[in-house]
Protein backbone atom coordinates (compact mmCIF):
# COMPACT_ATOMS: atom_id res chain seq x y z
CA UNK A 1 0.00 0.00 0.00
CA UNK A 2 2.03 3.32 -1.21
CA UNK A 3 1.15 6.29 1.06
CA UNK A 4 1.58 9.72 0.17
CA UNK A 5 2.18 12.64 2.77
CA UNK A 6 2.85 16.35 1.28
CA UNK A 7 4.35 19.23 2.91
CA UNK A 8 2.34 21.53 4.19
CA UNK A 9 0.22 25.07 3.75
CA UNK A 10 1.79 27.49 2.32
CA UNK A 11 1.09 31.38 2.03
CA UNK A 12 3.04 33.24 -0.71
CA UNK A 13 3.11 37.08 -2.31
CA UNK A 14 2.41 37.14 -6.02
CA UNK A 15 4.92 36.93 -8.30
CA UNK A 16 7.37 34.74 -5.71
CA UNK A 17 7.62 30.72 -6.26
CA UNK A 18 6.68 27.89 -3.96
CA UNK A 19 8.02 24.66 -4.07
CA UNK A 20 5.85 21.62 -2.44
CA UNK A 21 7.17 17.86 -2.08
CA UNK A 22 5.49 14.34 -1.63
CA UNK A 23 7.26 11.70 0.14
CA UNK A 24 6.29 8.43 -1.31
CA UNK A 25 6.18 5.29 1.35
CA UNK A 26 5.37 1.57 0.89
CA UNK A 27 5.96 1.08 -2.92
CA UNK A 28 8.39 1.09 -5.50
CA UNK A 29 8.83 4.47 -5.98
CA UNK A 30 11.25 4.51 -9.42
CA UNK A 31 8.55 2.90 -11.73
CA UNK A 32 5.16 4.90 -10.70
CA UNK A 33 4.07 7.70 -12.75
CA UNK A 34 3.57 10.65 -10.13
CA UNK A 35 1.63 13.71 -11.06
CA UNK A 36 0.44 16.80 -9.43
CA UNK A 37 -2.94 18.01 -9.77
CA UNK A 38 -4.91 20.97 -8.75
CA UNK A 39 -7.92 22.45 -7.61
CA UNK A 40 -9.14 25.98 -7.22
CA UNK A 41 -11.55 26.65 -4.50
CA UNK A 42 -14.68 25.00 -5.69
CA UNK A 43 -13.50 24.07 -8.80
CA UNK A 44 -13.19 20.80 -10.48
CA UNK A 45 -9.44 18.89 -10.62
CA UNK A 46 -6.73 20.17 -13.21
CA UNK A 47 -3.86 17.90 -14.13
CA UNK A 48 -0.42 20.08 -13.88
CA UNK A 49 2.49 17.68 -14.87
CA UNK A 50 3.95 14.03 -14.45
CA UNK A 51 7.32 12.48 -14.10
CA UNK A 52 8.34 8.78 -13.67
CA UNK A 53 11.59 9.28 -11.74
CA UNK A 54 13.55 6.06 -13.65
CA UNK A 55 13.15 7.82 -16.91
CA UNK A 56 12.78 11.65 -16.23
CA UNK A 57 12.02 14.32 -17.67
CA UNK A 58 8.92 15.67 -16.52
CA UNK A 59 6.23 16.41 -19.00
CA UNK A 60 3.94 19.33 -18.12
CA UNK A 61 0.31 20.47 -19.64
CA UNK A 62 0.42 23.06 -22.03
CA UNK A 63 -1.12 25.67 -19.32
CA UNK A 64 2.09 25.34 -17.24
CA UNK A 65 4.84 24.87 -19.49
CA UNK A 66 7.70 27.28 -18.19
CA UNK A 67 6.16 28.00 -14.98
CA UNK A 68 5.91 24.60 -12.88
CA UNK A 69 8.88 22.28 -12.76
CA UNK A 70 8.62 18.24 -11.44
CA UNK A 71 11.30 16.65 -10.13
CA UNK A 72 11.69 13.30 -8.44
CA UNK A 73 14.47 12.32 -6.20
CA UNK A 74 14.86 8.38 -6.09
CA UNK A 75 17.12 8.36 -2.86
CA UNK A 76 14.68 10.04 -0.61
CA UNK A 77 11.49 8.14 -2.70
CA UNK A 78 10.16 12.38 -2.92
CA UNK A 79 8.75 14.20 -5.92
CA UNK A 80 8.78 18.13 -5.89
CA UNK A 81 6.27 20.60 -7.64
CA UNK A 82 8.04 23.49 -7.94
CA UNK A 83 5.39 26.67 -9.34
CA UNK A 84 7.12 30.15 -10.03
CA UNK A 85 5.62 33.65 -11.03
CA UNK A 86 2.38 32.90 -8.84
CA UNK A 87 -0.54 35.15 -8.93
CA UNK A 88 -4.23 35.12 -7.38
CA UNK A 89 -5.79 32.43 -9.33
CA UNK A 90 -3.21 29.71 -8.76
CA UNK A 91 -4.79 29.66 -4.83
CA UNK A 92 -5.58 25.89 -4.88
CA UNK A 93 -5.36 22.24 -2.97
CA UNK A 94 -2.00 20.78 -5.10
CA UNK A 95 -2.17 16.84 -4.63
CA UNK A 96 0.48 14.76 -5.88
CA UNK A 97 -0.83 11.29 -7.18
CA UNK A 98 0.48 8.19 -8.26
CA UNK A 99 0.05 4.74 -9.58
CA UNK A 100 1.52 2.41 -12.68
CA UNK A 101 -1.32 3.90 -15.17
CA UNK A 102 -3.63 6.08 -13.52
CA UNK A 103 -4.18 7.73 -9.57
CA UNK A 104 -4.72 4.86 -7.79
CA UNK A 105 -3.27 6.66 -4.82
CA UNK A 106 -3.35 10.37 -3.45
CA UNK A 107 -1.54 12.69 -1.04
CA UNK A 108 -3.45 14.11 1.50
CA UNK A 109 -3.03 17.89 -0.18
CA UNK A 110 -1.06 21.46 0.14
CA UNK A 111 -2.83 24.42 0.77
CA UNK A 112 -1.18 27.27 -1.29
CA UNK A 113 -2.82 30.94 -1.06
CA UNK A 114 -0.95 33.32 -2.77
CA UNK A 115 -2.30 36.94 -1.47
CA UNK A 116 -0.59 40.04 -1.39
CA UNK B 1 -5.62 17.91 -25.17
CA UNK B 2 -8.06 15.98 -24.69
CA UNK B 3 -11.30 17.15 -23.64
CA UNK B 4 -13.63 15.28 -21.19
CA UNK B 5 -17.46 16.72 -20.61
CA UNK B 6 -19.66 15.14 -18.19
CA UNK B 7 -23.22 14.89 -17.58
CA UNK B 8 -25.34 15.87 -16.20
CA UNK B 9 -23.39 18.95 -14.05
CA UNK B 10 -26.36 17.75 -10.52
CA UNK B 11 -27.79 14.89 -10.55
CA UNK B 12 -30.92 14.48 -7.90
CA UNK B 13 -31.24 10.92 -6.97
CA UNK B 14 -32.94 8.96 -4.16
CA UNK B 15 -31.26 7.18 -1.57
CA UNK B 16 -31.73 3.30 -2.96
CA UNK B 17 -32.21 4.12 -6.36
CA UNK B 18 -29.92 4.21 -9.56
CA UNK B 19 -27.74 6.85 -10.84
CA UNK B 20 -26.10 7.26 -13.91
CA UNK B 21 -23.12 9.48 -14.79
CA UNK B 22 -22.09 10.23 -18.10
CA UNK B 23 -18.53 11.17 -19.75
CA UNK B 24 -17.75 11.43 -23.43
CA UNK B 25 -14.31 12.15 -24.89
CA UNK B 26 -13.57 14.70 -28.00
CA UNK B 27 -11.78 11.96 -29.42
CA UNK B 28 -11.29 8.16 -28.59
CA UNK B 29 -9.49 7.27 -25.17
CA UNK B 30 -10.09 3.88 -26.07
CA UNK B 31 -10.46 1.92 -22.30
CA UNK B 32 -8.11 4.25 -21.23
CA UNK B 33 -10.47 5.83 -18.74
CA UNK B 34 -11.05 6.49 -14.83
CA UNK B 35 -13.60 7.76 -12.29
CA UNK B 36 -12.82 9.18 -9.40
CA UNK B 37 -15.26 9.92 -6.29
CA UNK B 38 -14.61 12.90 -3.95
CA UNK B 39 -15.98 13.95 -0.73
CA UNK B 40 -15.91 17.50 0.72
CA UNK B 41 -12.27 18.34 1.96
CA UNK B 42 -10.90 15.05 0.89
CA UNK B 43 -8.59 13.79 -1.99
CA UNK B 44 -10.76 11.76 -5.16
CA UNK B 45 -10.49 8.93 -4.65
CA UNK B 46 -10.26 6.10 -7.97
CA UNK B 47 -13.64 3.59 -8.31
CA UNK B 48 -12.79 2.41 -11.89
CA UNK B 49 -9.75 2.03 -14.39
CA UNK B 50 -9.64 0.94 -17.74
CA UNK B 51 -13.22 2.57 -18.10
CA UNK B 52 -14.41 -0.92 -16.27
CA UNK B 53 -12.62 -2.52 -13.70
CA UNK B 54 -13.26 -1.78 -9.75
CA UNK B 55 -10.35 -0.41 -8.13
CA UNK B 56 -9.25 -2.48 -5.13
CA UNK B 57 -12.11 -2.11 -1.94
CA UNK B 58 -14.70 -0.75 -4.34
CA UNK B 59 -17.87 -2.59 -3.83
CA UNK B 60 -19.62 -3.88 -6.64
CA UNK B 61 -22.86 -1.48 -6.83
CA UNK B 62 -20.34 0.75 -8.86
CA UNK B 63 -19.58 -0.52 -12.22
CA UNK B 64 -18.71 1.80 -15.54
CA UNK B 65 -18.78 0.94 -18.90
CA UNK B 66 -17.87 2.28 -22.52
CA UNK B 67 -15.31 2.71 -24.47
CA UNK B 68 -13.68 5.26 -27.61
CA UNK B 69 -15.60 8.43 -26.55
CA UNK B 70 -18.76 7.54 -24.44
CA UNK B 71 -18.78 6.22 -20.52
CA UNK B 72 -20.91 6.01 -17.94
CA UNK B 73 -20.74 5.00 -14.40
CA UNK B 74 -23.66 3.05 -12.89
CA UNK B 75 -23.92 3.43 -9.11
CA UNK B 76 -26.94 0.50 -8.73
CA UNK B 77 -28.15 1.23 -5.01
CA UNK B 78 -27.36 4.48 -3.73
CA UNK B 79 -26.22 4.34 0.13
CA UNK B 80 -25.79 7.78 1.89
CA UNK B 81 -21.96 7.52 1.89
CA UNK B 82 -22.00 7.73 -2.59
CA UNK B 83 -23.48 11.54 -2.52
CA UNK B 84 -20.46 12.90 -3.90
CA UNK B 85 -18.62 14.59 -6.92
CA UNK B 86 -17.75 12.58 -9.56
CA UNK B 87 -14.80 12.76 -12.19
CA UNK B 88 -13.98 11.08 -15.32
CA UNK B 89 -10.55 11.28 -16.31
CA UNK B 90 -8.78 9.89 -19.69
CA UNK B 91 -5.44 8.93 -19.48
CA UNK B 92 -5.32 7.76 -23.30
CA UNK B 93 -3.19 11.04 -24.29
CA UNK B 94 -1.21 12.73 -21.36
CA UNK B 95 -4.61 13.24 -18.39
CA UNK B 96 -7.47 15.33 -18.83
CA UNK B 97 -10.40 15.61 -16.03
CA UNK B 98 -13.94 16.07 -17.04
CA UNK B 99 -15.50 18.85 -14.89
CA UNK B 100 -17.08 16.63 -12.47
CA UNK B 101 -21.03 15.78 -11.90
CA UNK B 102 -22.54 16.43 -8.25
CA UNK B 103 -24.66 13.69 -7.07
CA UNK B 104 -27.12 15.12 -4.37
CA UNK B 105 -29.96 13.49 -2.37
CA UNK B 106 -33.49 13.76 -3.67
Known amino acids: QVQLVQSGAEVKRPGSSVKVSCKAS????????FSWVRQAPGQGLEWMGG????????NYAQKFQGRVTITADASTSTAYMDLSSLRSEDTAVYYC?????????WGQGTLVTVSS | EIVMTQSPATLSVSPGERATLSCRAS??????LAWYQQKPGQAPRLLIY???TRATGIPARFSGSGSGTEFTLTISSLQSEDFAIYYC????????FGQGTKLEIK
Open chain 1, 97 to 105: ATGTTTFYY
Open chain 1, 26 to 33: GGTFSSYV
Open chain 1, 51 to 58: IIPIFGPA
Open chain 2, 27 to 32: QSVSSN
Open chain 2, 50 to 52: GAS
Open chain 2, 89 to 96: QQYNNRYT
